[in-house]
């Protein structure tokens, strides 16, 4: 474990936030390098928004969503999944690595698999090295 | 006569007609072309030369049609649409004809997405049916398609492809009957495998008296192997293999001697029925066995008419 | 409409290298419908191109715009003060759009950030078909509604060619035959009759083989007199 990692994640106001507490409530060693952003669903992120993220130095960005078929806005987290893969295919593109970028669908008891996604996440960064714009930020 | 050619002459008489296809080279040398011819001569009629088959640029069929006169053999130029427009489709056509060219097959062409130069731009000015207007038109009028007269008109005896296993089939014989009003005079069919479909495509030809109205040369092609069966089955646009076929590829002993016997019997078969007035014989990269199926099929000898 | 996609980001990237206050262009017209150069790919694309100058250290300033239709100079015209001091302009328009901002700022390069492809329509979300050959002589009466020009991969007008297999173009599986659907769709309309007749070569004059063309409509168009009369420039 070098240097702290940023890693932003936005969680829906139900699956994703729901796994985000109870991963906070019960998981101990929850890694302090996440900044979670709660949205309202998935379906708010726009690509955009994850691009911003690693041009203000993000190591890495993942989304926590509703398992599918069971997103409460019905499609929030399928365009969610649309908008990741574009992501990924940027970021390969411009040579920072699409496993910088990730969705993970969770139900809101799923604490457990918060932080595993957490560390899927640590461990893509460890592997890919540091966003070079993070020093600069 | 519309160019007393061998084939015409055997057509017109009545004769069962046999046709084979040489496939050119792909070199500066006309040697193998020489060599093909003399292992061919005296097993057909006339003989198909291809035309970049494949979208392949090879010796043209032109240039080895000329080969193959200079060796005593008649040829059938084959001419697509595919890499010409019609200023040098009429071209090529004044040009063959006065080199001593008699048959010329239109046909549309492979696209070249199936070739080894995808990056080319096709031409399609016109298709084959186009094709056949044209060139007609340059035999029994004298002129060019804009209605320029030529100094001496062509005399040809023109073919045109068809294909009984392509969809929608219901299409295929009304198909027939364009290329039959635009000029065609005989045709060739894409390999049979396909018994069944074939005698029901037939017996829509005779319903609509185009039998009577062109020369239809039944397509067959000998198989090699059972890879080749299962090429053409699965890998071929517009062509059906029966399972049967490729089971007995597949059970033989020996491909080789199961492929000529298959396709004797299709040959034995097809003379027998009424409206197929020849047959095409493809034997795509095994020209070399045409005369042995010829023989066996009890049609030689193939004298000149 | 015209359908298009945006280059590579790598090409793209390529193609800007020399340049350091770049203008991206969109257009809300075609290019927005299918999802390649409307206001939103303007601002994804941007932000790429951000994210690759503070990687690279190209220090690029990344100025956007996006116009109703990058082919008129009316919409073309407003975006000068945004043009200023920029050294290129990256349009994401079709070609027609980065041609018409070439010729109405020629101090500053126009550089093309889409390929431009074909006139077509959206079948479903997201696909984007070709449909029309634009061959200037329209024969769709003859052939139940579907352009055999570009539908079919030989432009042939005489039915299929022998490669018509199950509904599909020798060309690959995924390509319906054209052929195919014009004979349904006669038959549908009960003018199978339209198949029995031979269509002769077409004239190509009016297609893009004839030359750049240029279609005039003398009604609109104003003279010296009506210019001034008019306050127009």
């Not at chain 2, 001569?41 to 198909?48: E, I, L, R, T, V």
């Not at chain 2, 096709?122 to 029994?140: A, P």
């Amino acid at each position: 474990m070098s240097q702290t990692k940023r890693i932003i994640a936005y969680c829906c106001e139900h699956g994703g936030m729901g796994a985000a507490e109870r991963a906070a409530k019960e998981q101990s060693q929850f890694a302090s390098d996440v900044v979670i952003i709660s949205v309202e669903c998935l379906g708010r992120v726009d690509l955009l928004h994850l691009l911003q993220a690693f041009r203000e130095g993000a190591d890495a960005v993942f989304v926590a969503g509703c398992l599918e078929k069971n997103c409460h806005h019905l499609y929030g987290n399928v365009e969610a999944r649309k908008k990741v893969d574009q992501a990924k295919r940027v970021l390969d593109s411009l040579g920072l690595g699409g496993d910088r970028a990730e969705m993970f669908n969770l139900a809101s008891n799923q604490g457990l698999e918060f932080k595993q996604s957490v560390d899927i996440m640590i461990g893509r960064v460890e592997r890919l090295g540091p966003n070079p714009l993070g020093a600069k930020k | 006569m519309k160019a007393d050619s061998n084939l015409e002459r055997i057509l017109t008489s009545g004769k069962f007609a046999v046709t084979a296809e040489i496939g050119p080279p792909r070199s500066a040398s006309a040697d193998l072309v020489r060599k093909k011819a003399e292992e061919m001569k005296g097993s057909a009629d006339a003989f198909n030369l291809t035309d970049n088959q494949t979208a392949m640029s090879r010796m043209s069929s032109i240039a080895c049609a000329v080969v193959l006169m200079q060796q005593g053999l008649e040829p059938v130029v084959q001419m697509t649409c595919r890499d010409r427009n019609r200023i040098a489709m009429q071209s090529d056509v004044l040009g063959a004809s006065a080199l001593g060219v008699l048959d010329i097959l239109c046909l549309s062409g492979d696209h070249q997405s199936f070739g080894n130069m995808k990056e080319a731009k096709n031409v399609y000015d016109v298709d084959s049916i186009q094709e056949l207007m044209i060139l007609r038109k340059m035999r029994d009028e004298g002129k060019l398609w804009n209605g320029d007269e030529l100094d001496v008109a062509p005399k040809l005896f023109l073919g045109a492809a068809a294909n009984p296993f392509a969809d929608p089939f219901e299409f295929r014989v009304t198909r027939l009957g364009k290329k039959a009003a635009a000029g065609a005079d005989f045709v060739q069919t894409q390999s049979i495998y396909d018994m069944e479909r074939f005698e029901k495509w037939m017996g829509l030809v005779r319903a609509r008296g185009l039998h009577e109205r062109v020369h239809i040369l039944a397509g067959v092609m000998p198989l090699k192997s059972h890879k080749v069966a299962l090429y053409m089955k699965n890998k071929v646009s517009g062509m059906i293999v029966p399972d049967a076929i490729v089971e007995r590829m597949r059970n033989a002993k020996d491909p080789k001697e199961e492929g000529v016997l298959i396709c004797v019997e299709q040959i034995d078969h097809l003379k027998s029925i009424e409206g197929v007035h020849g047959v095409h014989i493809m034997a795509v990269n095994w020209e070399e066995i045409v005369p042995r199926i010829v023989s066996e099929a009890g049609l030689t000898p193939r004298n000149r008419y | 409409m015209i359908i298009g996609e945006q280059k590579p980001l790598k090409e793209i990237c390529d193609i800007l290298e020399g340049h350091h206050r770049i203008l991206v262009a969109g257009c809300r017209s075609c290019v927005a419908i299918c999802l390649a150069g409307g206001e939103k790919e303007v601002g994804i694309l941007s932000e790429s191109l951000r994210l690759h100058s503070d990687l690279a250290g190209k220090g690029w300033e990344i100025d956007e715009v996006t116009v109703e239709r990058q082919c008129e100079n009316e919409w073309v015209r407003e975006i000068a003060p945004k043009i200023e001091g920029k050294d290129a302009v990256l349009s994401i328009a079709c070609g027609v759009g980065a041609q018409t901002i070439q010729a109405m700022y020629p101090k500053v390069r126009s550089l093309p950030g889409l390929n431009t492809s074909n006139m077509g329509a959206p079948i479903e979300p997201g696909i984007f078909m070709e449909r029309c050959g634009g061959c200037g002589d329209c024969v769709l009466h003859l052939t139940g509604g579907i352009c055999p020009i570009v539908r079919c991969a030989k432009s042939l007008l005489n039915g299929p060619c022998g490669g018509s297999q199950n509904g599909k173009c020798e060309i690959g599986k995924e390509t319906p035959c054209a052929w195919e659907e014009i004979y349904q769709s006669l038959k549908e309309l009960g003018r199978l009759d339209l198949l029995e007749a031979n269509i002769p070569p077409k004239d190509w004059t009016p297609s893009r083989s004839g030359g750049p063309r240029k279609i005039v409509r003398p009604e609109a168009v104003m003279s010296e007199t009506e210019r001034q009369l008019r306050g127009e420039r």
